[in-house]
């Protein structure tokens, strides 16, 4: 009865998240399609998506991994002993990150006019000075967002997830007030001034739930058991995470030297993918860290493993299907979302192929995060640490075989991304077999095999409609890419709920009962 509740928290949790993270992505393409008019594909672009690779590297590497793999399981497992402790804990511990990410922040704002010929080679000089000035500027948001992850994580614990999922909105509409508003007045640099608005309104939007739930600051960095316990635990994390990033800036670098307007059309194709990964894996993998925490510390190991294996069920069935229809409406999707102003059909074209080659791969990214997260919650951060670092050497080694088999040399790039991203996630569940007992994989995979026999059979069906409804519409302007693209998706919507209750009927009923 009490697995039920929490399965039911969890999935309402999760449902929640996903609702918000639809308008978070929705607001955040809206924002893409500012940039797409204003500038294009473009090199003032590309020096803007350059700028984010060395904030969020300080951001991930001091951070994300402390938090997402050390402070919550800690957290909790000082709040079920001492409440007031682990609220002591919380503060400490967010001045020992402020600190570290502070001393790094003064480091790259001295260094970075040095590094930048290494991270964006194929810029301009003009260029490359511009994201000089706005990676100064956005060094401010990595100190913002430790304030704010923190406050973020301790709503997470306590199941507060409105707050956190409102944040991402507002971070969103800073950037576009940065775009539209101070980009016009003063300049390029309004973008950088976006980002950090963003920040703030992303920490003022949770600081005061927190607050309210009993977080208080502390006034000096001390090194208590419990923050060295959380250092120890992160480091893996964020090694890995570092990884990740370093990974991130080379294929960004290595953007940079194809032509003007790569690196943006590749992050822009990024962002598009980011959308279901969001809202099914991610939203799913935060709502259910806490739960799968405490369920962690448990003797016998069934609560915890049934819900891992359900949870990985039921983002496999739902994401399969929808990298199905995005692969098929790809073109009608980019057309719609980024297809005005100064991006040109061109453009759009090529951001098109790009994120048909990321569809290869997003069932694995959506995966990838809970997978991550039942191993934190076991206080495990080594081994997705070492797969990860796999993946990253792999996805480099096979960018470069590719890079000269296409005449567009930037689909090398998620080509080479999905594979490596395919080969983590079967990593990660071979590895989650072996650690938690009885864990039934055979499942998993036949679960995962009936999600691609109904994704196919649901393409098969958008196809033949496709055949019969593709003549009445214009696909290289607005209305007609809008209006196909919504009636294959309603196709595929029908499609999918047919299939899934004539042969998916014990995964829907799972899925639809844990709801109610």
Same mark, same amino acid.
Do not use: C
């Given at each position: 009865m009490f697995r039920t509740?929490?399965?039911?928290?969890?999935? *309402?949790?999760?449902? &929640?998240?996903? $609702?918000?993270?639809?308008?978070?992505?929705?607001?955040?393409?809206?924002? =893409? *399609?500012?940039? /797409?008019?204003?500038?294009?594909?473009?090199?003032?672009? =590309? /020096?803007?998506?350059?700028?984010?690779?060395?904030?969020?590297?300080?951001?991930?590497? $001091?951070?994300?991994?402390? $938090?997402?793999?050390?402070f919550i399981p800690v957290f909790v497992e000082h709040q079920a002993k001492n409440e007031a402790l682990a609220w002591q804990l919380a503060g400490k511990f967010l001045n020992v990150l402020l600190a570290g990410v502070i001393l790094l922040g003064l480091v790259f704002f001295i260094l970075i006019p040095y590094l930048i010929g290494w991270i964006l080679p194929g810029l301009s000089l003009e260029s490359q000075l511009l994201a000089v000035v706005l990676i100064r500027i956005m060094l401010l948001s990595p100190i913002i967002f430790t304030l704010s992850t923190v406050m973020g994580s301790i709503l997470q614990i306590h199941q507060r997830f409105l707050a956190f999922g409102l944040a991402p909105i507002f971070y969103n509409l800073g950037i576009i007030f940065g775009a539209v508003y101070l980009e016009p007045r003063i300049g390029s640099t309004g973008l950088a001034w976006g980002v950090v608005l963003g920040a703030i309104l992303h920490l003022l939007i949770q600081a005061p739930f927190a607050l309210k739930l009993g977080f208080r600051f502390q006034s000096l960095i001390e090194m208590t058991q419990g923050v060295k316990k959380i250092i120890k635990l992160m480091i893996p994390r964020s090694i890995s995470l570092a990884a990740t990033q370093i990974n991130w800036i080379i294929l960004t670098a290595i953007a940079t030297t194809i032509s003007a307007g790569s690196v943006t059309i590749f992050n822009l194709a990024n962002n598009l993918q980011f959308v279901p990964i969001a809202m099914v894996g991610l939203s799913m993998a935060v709502a259910s860290f806490p739960t799968l925490s405490r369920e962690a510390l448990q003797v016998d190991q069934t609560a915890f493993r049934q819900r891992v294996? #359900?949870? &990985? #069920?039921?983002?496999?069935?739902?994401?399969?299907? &929808?990298?199905?229809? &995005?692969?098929?409406? *790809? +073109? %009608?999707?980019?057309?719609?979302?980024?297809?005005?102003?100064?991006?040109?059909? %061109? %453009?759009?074209?090529?951001?098109?192929?790009?994120?048909?080659?990321? +569809?290869? !791969? $997003?069932? /694995?990214?959506?995966?990838?995060?809970?997978?991550?997260?039942?191993?934190?919650?076991?206080?495990?951060?080594?081994?997705?640490?070492?797969?990860?670092?796999? +993946?990253?050497?792999?996805n480099i080694v096979l960018v470069f075989f590719f890079l000269d088999r296409f005449s567009d040399q930037i689909l090398a790039l998620p080509l080479a991304f999905s594979l490596a991203s395919i080969i983590q996630v079967f990593g990660l569940l071979f590895l989650i077999n072996r650690r938690i007992t009885d864990f039934q994989l055979w499942k998993v995979f036949r679960g995962f095999l009936g999600d691609l026999f109904v994704g196919v059979l649901m393409l098969?069906?958008?196809? +033949?409609? %496709?055949?019969?409804?593709?003549?009445?519409?214009?696909?290289?302007?607005?209305? !007609?890419?809008?209006?196909? !693209?919504?009636?294959?998706?309603l196709v595929a919507l029908l499609l999918f709920i047919a299939f899934a209750l004539i042969f998916k009927t014990r995964d829907y009923e799972e899925l639809v009962g844990e709801t109610k």
């Open positions: 509740i929490q399965q039911s928290k969890i999935l *309402r949790g999760g449902i &929640i998240l996903a $609702v918000l993270g639809i308008l978070s992505r929705l607001v955040g393409l809206f924002r =893409d *399609r500012i940039l /797409a008019k204003y500038f294009g594909a473009s090199e003032i672009l =590309d /020096a803007y998506y350059g700028a984010f690779t060395i904030p969020d590297f300080i951001f991930n590497l $001091v951070v994300v991994g402390a $938090v997402a793999s050390a294996e #359900k949870t &990985i #069920k039921g983002i496999l069935f739902v994401i399969v299907p &929808i990298s199905f229809l &995005i692969f098929y409406i *790809r +073109m %009608d999707i980019v057309q719609v979302l980024l297809g005005v102003g100064n991006f040109t059909i %061109d %453009d759009v074209t090529l951001t098109a192929r790009v994120l048909g080659f990321f +569809m290869l !791969g $997003v069932f /694995a990214q959506a995966v990838i995060p809970f997978l991550n997260r039942a191993f934190f919650a076991l206080q495990d951060t080594r081994t997705p640490v070492l797969v990860t670092l796999g +993946m990253i050497i792999l098969m069906g958008m196809i +033949m409609v %496709d055949a019969a409804i593709v003549p009445f519409f214009e696909l290289k302007n607005f209305s !007609g890419a809008f209006m196909h !693209g919504f009636l294959l998706t």
